[in-house]
């Protein structure tokens, strides 16, 4: 019951973050949900939301395939990076990565329009990224407080 | 994409009710106050529709010049915008509508409002819809000015504003006038509006002016579209203009 519980409120936060990025243009708020994945160390359930975050950002955006996967690829790099010096369920260290990522946000952005020959706006990517590294703590933490606790998968 | 379109689909559904049901309740709350404000309204809403009546009917003629008549020779339909830049991957400038290329929106399919040219369709899922606005920096359109008869390349820029390429300098095209759809481009019907003249400088190339416009539509207040489909697919939207033949019964 508890699992189903999980899984439902995955089904709610997807649905939450669908109506955030709708009302904050060029926001990911599907990325502190990915975080808190990330935190629960459960490989299972964060290679399947990898996949389902992917998929919707990838679908939705303007962009080749390959930015979302990039971009949920390279905050679980920054995240293990980074886990063994703080602790994980920390507003202090969750608001330290959201500043790595939205710098990591607008330089992947920057990459992949040149690749692609797409010119950019640079106020907005810059606008965009900032917005970014303040929207991560202010979704993840009524994520957090709300996410059903349990003790964490075996390492 | 059609995950998100499932999603927002009823959240726009509930926005509008709530806001609809909002309405209604402000309305209510100083109903007297304001019965006796519209009293005194409805005394100069009298004399202003006199005139009125002749602004509307010079609004039909400008419409009918500035070539709306496409709606007449084309299958049209409406959609709804669901999102705008929707995602941190929506670089481009675009918007999400609700309908697909089950309904008829596959990738080319102009997208118009009543004020003139908004964009086309740039991909398509079953029942939603990604389209590349009018103003964005890849986006490119075969214009002609209405009064000098100018041909150009329409662009969108980074910046808040169109761009029209490749017009000669010797070309008679001033601020003020309106840039429609020349035809050329085989995706736009002829005579859409799209935007207004608003800067001739002679151009950093020899051969070409720059030109600057602003587009026709206000993209920041789009709530829905009307997409035109290919000739032959479907009745057209209006009746066709001209004189109407009745038939005795």
Redesign the interface.
């Known amino acids: 019951m508890k699992k189903l519980y999980r899984v439902f409120w995955w089904f709610l936060y997807?649905?939450g973050a669908?109506?955030v990025?709708?009302a904050v243009?060029?926001?990911?708020a599907l990325?502190p949900g990915f975080l808190l994945a990330l935190q629960e160390n459960r490989p299972r359930q964060t290679a399947v939301l990898f996949l389902v975050f992917t998929?919707?950002?990838?679908?939705?955006?303007?962009?080749g395939f390959g930015?979302?996967m990039l971009?949920y690829a390279g905050a679980a790099l920054l995240f293990r990076m980074s886990h063994g010096f703080f602790v994980e369920d920390n507003i202090v260290f969750i608001s330290m990565l959201s500043a790595c990522l939205g710098l990591y946000?607008g330089l992947l952005?920057r990459l992949?329009?040149a690749i692609q020959s797409?010119?950019?706006?640079f106020e907005q990517?810059l606008r965009?990224s900032l917005i970014?590294t303040l929207a991560i703590p202010l979704i993840w933490v009524p994520a957090y407080l709300s996410r059903p606790k349990n003790a964490p998968a075996a390492q | 994409?059609?995950?998100?379109g499932y999603?927002?689909s009823p959240?726009v559904w509930l926005r509008d009710r709530f806001a609809s049901w909002w309405d209604g309740y402000l309305a209510l709350v100083d109903v007297a106050a304001e019965n006796a404000r519209l009293r005194a309204e409805l005394e100069q809403a009298r004399a202003a529709s006199l005139l009125a009546s002749e602004d509307k009917a010079e609004l039909q003629r400008l419409r009918e010049l500035l070539g709306l008549e496409a709606l007449r020779e084309r299958p049209a339909f409406a959609a709804r915008v669901?999102?705008?830049?929707?995602?941190?991957?929506?670089?481009?400038k675009?918007f999400?509508i609700n309908k697909g290329f089950l309904n008829g929106a596959t990738a080319g399919t102009p997208v118009v409002t009543r004020n003139g040219v908004v964009g086309r369709v740039?991909r398509a899922?079953p029942h939603t819809a990604?389209v590349?606005m009018l103003t964005d920096?890849?986006f490119r359109l075969a214009v002609i000015s209405n009064e000098s008869r100018t041909p150009g390349i329409l662009t969108g820029s980074?910046e808040r504003r169109l761009e029209v390429a490749y017009v000669a300098q010797n070309a008679r095209i001033a601020p003020g006038e309106t840039l429609i759809t020349s035809g050329a481009d085989g995706s736009f019907p002829k005579g859409i509006p799209v935007g207004v003249v608003t800067q001739v400088m002679p151009g950093n190339e020899i051969l070409f002016l720059q030109v600057h416009a602003k587009p026709l539509v206000d993209m920041d207040r789009l709530e829905e579209v009307l997409l035109l489909k290919e000739k032959g697919s479907a009745p057209p939207l209006l009746p066709p203009a001209g004189p109407q033949v009745r038939t005795e019964p």
């Open positions: 997807t649905a669908v109506i990025q709708q243009p060029g926001v990911d990325m998929l919707v950002q990838e679908g939705a955006g303007s962009l930015t979302a971009s946000h952005i992949m329009c797409i010119p950019v706006d990517l965009e970014q | 994409m059609e995950i998100v999603v927002l959240v669901i999102a705008k830049r929707f995602g941190p991957q929506a670089v481009l675009t999400t740039l899922a990604t590349l920096s890849g980074t």
